[in-house]
């Protein structure tokens, strides 16, 4: 604990890492997903409260239900794709929490309480979608994280008699450079910081 990670490391998560929107033909298994499960399960939210929903979509007719649900620029890259991870958000989360977080009666801090429901569940599982791709990284996979599709569709397909929303999409595979585009600016320290 409190070692810094290694150059290499860094570089892996974030320097080197791209959004990625081509794949090579190598197989993203089941083992590998459940590895990275393991990760990301393990990284915090308020009150333990672990919103997200994953459905990794990986069948050629879970893919062909998909694409019904894609913008038009995001259907190949999805497609060709090993993996897509819907990541979705459990909007009835609060009724896990005497499991998740028993030293307190923390369900009750929710019920009725639409607006902080919504918050709760879109902040905390989108907290875990950004631990959800550094864990695929750290495991060498690349992540093609978007928006881009019709969430009502998705809802509706994939996520049908249940209280999970989409939240986004994250396709996994071993990325290639082809379709990929130079990386973007970023803000200066100045530009987005202040140390007060």
């Given at each position: 604990?409190?070692?810094?990670?290694s150059q290499e490391a860094l570089d892996t998560l974030f320097h080197n890492a791209r959004t990625y929107n081509a794949w090579d033909d190598r197989e993203v298994s089941d083992e590998l997903i459940h590895k990275l499960d393991e990760?990301?399960?393990m990284g915090p939210t308020s009150a333990n409260c672990c919103p997200m929903r994953v459905v990794y979509v990986k069948s050629?007719?879970?893919?062909?239900?998909?694409?019904?649900?894609?913008?038009?620029?995001?259907i190949e890259k999805t497609m060709t794709a090993p993996v897509c991870a819907i990541i979705g958000m459990d909007m009835e989360f609060y009724e896990k929490l005497p499991q998740l977080f028993p030293h307190t009666d923390a369900r009750?801090?929710?019920?009725?309480?639409?607006?902080?429901?919504?918050?709760?569940?879109?902040?905390?599982?989108?907290?875990?979608?950004?631990?959800?791709?550094?864990a695929a990284r750290a495991l060498g996979l690349d992540c093609g994280p978007m928006?881009?599709?019709?969430?009502?569709?998705?809802?509706?397909?994939?996520?049908?008699?249940t209280a999970t929303k989409v939240n986004f999409l994250c396709n996994?595979?071993?990325?290639?450079?082809?379709?990929?585009?130079p990386r973007s600016p970023r803000f200066s320290f100045d530009e987005a910081n202040k140390i007060v």
């Amino acid at each position: 604990m409190g070692t810094p990670l290694s150059q290499e490391a860094l570089d892996t998560l974030f320097h080197n890492a791209r959004t990625y929107n081509a794949w090579d033909d190598r197989e993203v298994s089941d083992e590998l997903i459940h590895k990275l499960d393991e990760l990301v399960k393990m990284g915090p939210t308020s009150a333990n409260c672990c919103p997200m929903r994953v459905v990794y979509v990986k069948s050629d007719e879970a893919k062909a239900q998909l694409q019904d649900c894609l913008m038009e620029g995001n259907i190949e890259k999805t497609m060709t794709a090993p993996v897509c991870a819907i990541i979705g958000m459990d909007m009835e989360f609060y009724e896990k929490l005497p499991q998740l977080f028993p030293h307190t009666d923390a369900r009750s801090w929710f019920v009725g309480k639409e607006k902080f429901i919504e918050s709760t569940a879109f902040r905390n599982s989108s907290l875990q979608g950004g631990y959800f791709i550094m864990a695929a990284r750290a495991l060498g996979l690349d992540c093609g994280p978007m928006s881009g599709f019709s969430p009502k569709k998705i809802n509706e397909t994939f996520f049908a008699g249940t209280a999970t929303k989409v939240n986004f999409l994250c396709n996994l595979g071993y990325g290639t450079e082809k379709d990929l585009f130079p990386r973007s600016p970023r803000f200066s320290f100045d530009e987005a910081n202040k140390i007060v």
